[in-house]
Nanobody, 116 residues
Framework: QVQLVESGGGLVQPGGSLRLSCAAS????????IGWLRQAPGKEREGVSC????????YYADSVKGRFTISRDNAKNTVYLQMNSLKPEDTAVYYC?????????WGQGTQVTVSS
């Protein structure tokens, strides 16, 4: 069955770094736009970053711009989110979304906690 799996979350101190991975199985990510979104308890889901399927153009929310970097490795069928200079307000469950025409796939989420 089609599946997206996020990994790489964990507990880090402010200023630390994490790299999240979004790996696809049973389908190929080449033709999909990939987005990272996050949701903190009591708050609405927030778009964090997105990378296109065509020219690799990227988008970042103002809150993470300059600190996060999204990339894709089609050979590995995986998308990454490198998160540097993490802040407590980055704490959330991070989800990967793959979109192509009428198709939308979601991962189960990975918890990122930034705390001292």
């Amino acid at each position: 069955q089609v599946q997206l799996v996020e990994s790489g979350g964990g507990l880090v101190q402010p200023g630390g770094s994490l790299r999240l991975s979004c790996a696809a199985s049973r389908f190929t990510l080449d033709y999909y736009a990939i987005g990272w979104l996050r949701q903190a308890p009591g708050k609405e889901r927030e778009g964090v970053s997105c990378i296109s399927s065509s020219d690799g153009s990227t988008y970042y929310a103002d809150s993470v711009k300059g600190r996060f970097t999204i990339s894709r490795d089609n050979a590995k069928n995986t998308v990454y989110l490198q998160m540097n200079s993490l802040k407590p307000e980055d704490t959330a469950v991070y989800y990967c979304n793959a979109h192509y025409v009428a198709y939308d796939y979601w991962g189960q989420g990975t918890q990122v906690t930034v705390s001292s």
